[in-house]
């Protein structure tokens, strides 16, 4: 059974600070990998998507890379803001099944001014 | 565009009342799935539909049904809410297309959710 790890569950640091989410999966055999946004009370917006033939994909102060060989994803927050405080899921889509997402729990962090 | 709309917002059942979720996507995509998302469980898969008048079985099925008769519309039934039916319920499309003679997919778009509460 595919599963997803995402490490740390939560995370602070001071508003300005370059930070990284952990996003770990178990079988390397997935079509992409999704990372999403959720703040409090609210829905999941997606952030960046990566094709499993790609190693990375930007967004203005987010970058989220793919090791597919490792199992590993990275989502990269340059010069945090406080307004980036969310809930930050991964989520993989694996081959040959049902076509479903596979979630992380996410990593909750919050950028203190 | 509107993307993924889900209506009721909010809903408050009482134990053995049915109800259902509605969900629709302007997207054309084929793919729509439904979700709960409880506290310390994540998100977990409760039906999904491949394309009109096909549906099937996630990870937790039990008390709730589908129907795709249309691309642009997937409703979750609840037949005889329960207390553990209390969760946040979204719902999520998304597409493919062949690539290089391989499945691509192109991601997830989800909806605001549906927070349902059951006493």
């Known amino acids: 059974k595919q599963e997803v790890t995402q490490i740390p569950a939560a995370l602070s640091v001071p508003e300005g600070e370059n930070l990284v989410l952990n996003c770990s999966f178990t079988?390397?055999?997935?079509?992409?990998l999704q990372w999403f946004r959720q703040d409090p009370g609210k829905g999941l917006t997606s952030l960046l998507l990566?094709?499993?033939?790609?190693r990375e994909q930007t967004s203005g102060r987010l970058n989220a890379s793919l090791d597919k060989s490792s199992g590993r994803s990275t989502l990269y927050i340059a010069a945090s803001q406080p307004g980036d405080s969310a809930t930050y899921l991964c989520?993989?889509?694996?081959?040959?099944?049902?076509?479903?997402?596979?979630f992380g729990k996410g990593t909750k962090l919050t950028v203190n001014p | 565009n509107a993307g993924v709309t889900q209506t009721p917002k909010f809903q408050v059942l009482k134990t053995g009342q049915s109800m259902t979720l509605q969900c629709a996507q302007d997207?054309?995509?084929?793919?729509m799935s439904w979700y709960r998302q409880d506290p310390g469980m994540g998100l977990r898969l409760i039906h999904y539909?491949?394309?009109?008048?096909?549906?099937d079985q996630g990870e937790v099925p039990n008390g709730y049904n589908v129907s795709r008769s249309t691309t642009e519309d997937f409703p979750l039934r609840l037949l005889s809410a329960a207390p553990s039916q209390t969760s946040v319920y979204f719902c999520?499309?998304?597409?493919?297309?062949?690539?290089?003679?391989?499945?691509?997919?192109?991601?997830?778009?989800f909806g605001s959710g549906t927070r349902l509460t059951v006493v």
């Open positions: 999520a499309s998304s597409y493919w297309r062949m690539r290089l003679g391989d499945r691509e997919f192109y991601g997830y778009t």
């Open positions: 079988d390397s055999a997935i079509y992409n």
């Open positions: 990566i094709q499993s033939s790609q």
């Open positions: 989520a993989e889509t694996p081959q040959g099944g049902s076509e479903k997402l596979v």
């Open positions: 997207m054309n995509h084929e793919y």
């Open positions: 539909s491949v394309g009109a008048g096909i549906t």
